[in-house]
């Protein structure tokens, strides 16, 4: 049965990449064996592992001042990294706090430092992202950090703040799905198993000046120094994960880069948001309409059980992953680069008719 995938992480990848990867699972190129199989110092190894990183600045088109690294431990352990190389004991970190994942940002800077929430969005259940103007560093910061896009709730920043301190964001799962100033940030990371491929690497795009001011005495595996100065070749990286973000980065080049992509993107969202509006409250959405991702669309139906028998009925017909998160309920629709426009207009088409219907 053809199958529609809406999960949130890991979630869809193009069609194409798992082709290629299928077709060259065994041997890879002329090597004789798999990339499952291949040491990461050989030279085969290496010119994919390079691939990806020139491919990353190459689409996101960023300056020579940044360095583009690899690591393991999801978004989750840079939770704890970031602090952990630029909370120094006599400064103070800033979080916005957007959603389940900032919280759980802030959670941990908590344990290595000093970290306070600047401003959040909790009174009104993470519906909203905080005016930018209102996101005001306290006096010696060492960093504000904010999550990009709230794949939980289901909102997203459409207009970064603007600090005179460093901005750190955790870009996991709108990363390459719009362009971006990369400048406007001193750290990016993102978990790659939403919109790069699969789970099993974490993107970091790192401004040089700031890698300065990192802590050099904590372990050596927790330093992005370390990493960034053997090019994400310290110790033995993801290979496989990494093999597939060049084939999902290929496909992202050849639809026409991150510009064309955020077009198709900007459709399939306006399509799904447009059948939610024109539900007159049948499809009601979590997210206040200015500060909607265009990722993960989180909605409910009238009740509880007019939710569960939507949820029923989407997985019969060939829905997968339409339930929301287990801490909000209700139902999302992650719509990742990869999922294509197609599946977004049959999921709006079965929408409409279980509204008729019910
Ligand atoms: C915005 C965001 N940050 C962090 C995470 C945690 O990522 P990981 O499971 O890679 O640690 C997620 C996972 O869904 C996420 O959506």
């Not at 994942?101 to 992202?129: F, M, P």
Request: hydrophobic share 35%.
């Amino acid at each position: 049965m053809k199958v529609h995938n809406f999960n949130a992480g890991p979630a869809a990848l193009p069609q194409e990449v798992l082709q290629k990867a299928q077709a060259e699972l065994i041997y890879y190129g002329n090597s004789g064996i798999s990339v499952l199989e291949m040491s990461h110092r050989s030279k085969e190894y290496e010119e994919i592992h390079e691939r990806a990183k020139d491919s990353v600045k190459e689409l996101l088109h960023i300056p020579s001042n940044y360095e583009v690294v690899f690591l393991q431990g999801g978004a989750s352990l840079q939770f704890s990294m970031v602090p952990m190389n630029f909370l120094p004991s006599h400064s103070v970190a800033n979080y916005v706090v957007t959603g389940s994942w900032s919280e759980k940002a802030l959670k941990e800077a908590k344990r290595v430092g000093k970290a306070e929430e600047i401003s959040s969005s909790k009174a009104k259940q993470h519906s909203y992202i905080p005016h930018s103007s209102t996101i005001i560093p306290t006096e010696g910061a060492a960093y504000v950090h904010i999550t990009s896009n709230n794949t939980i709730y289901g909102t997203q920043w459409h207009n970064y703040p603007k600090v005179n301190i460093p901005l750190i964001a955790d870009m996991s799962s709108d990363i390459l799905s719009k362009m971006i100033d990369v400048t406007n940030f001193s750290l990016i990371y993102a978990g790659a198993q939403k919109n790069l491929g699969p789970a099993g690497v974490t993107l970091i795009i790192i401004e040089r000046d700031f890698l300065k001011r990192a802590s050099s005495t904590i372990p050596t595996m927790l330093q992005y120094k370390t990493h960034v100065d053997h090019s994400s070749l310290y110790h033995t990286p993801p290979t496989f994960s990494i093999y597939l973000l060049t084939l999902v980065l290929d496909w992202m080049k050849n639809l026409g880069g991150v510009t064309a992509i955020e077009k198709i993107n900007q459709k399939k969202s306006s399509l799904l948001y447009q059948c939610i509006d024109d539900s007159g409250g049948f499809y009601s959405p979590h997210a206040q309409k200015e500060y909607r991702s265009m990722m993960n669309a989180t909605f409910t139906l009238l009740d509880d059980k007019t939710t569960e028998k939507f949820l029923d009925m989407a997985k019969k017909e060939g829905f997968i992953g339409l339930e929301g998160h287990r801490s909000i309920g209700g139902c999302r629709a992650s719509i990742y680069n990869a999922v294509p426009l197609h599946s977004v207009e049959v999921l709006v088409e079965f929408m409409r008719y279980f509204q008729k219907t019910n």
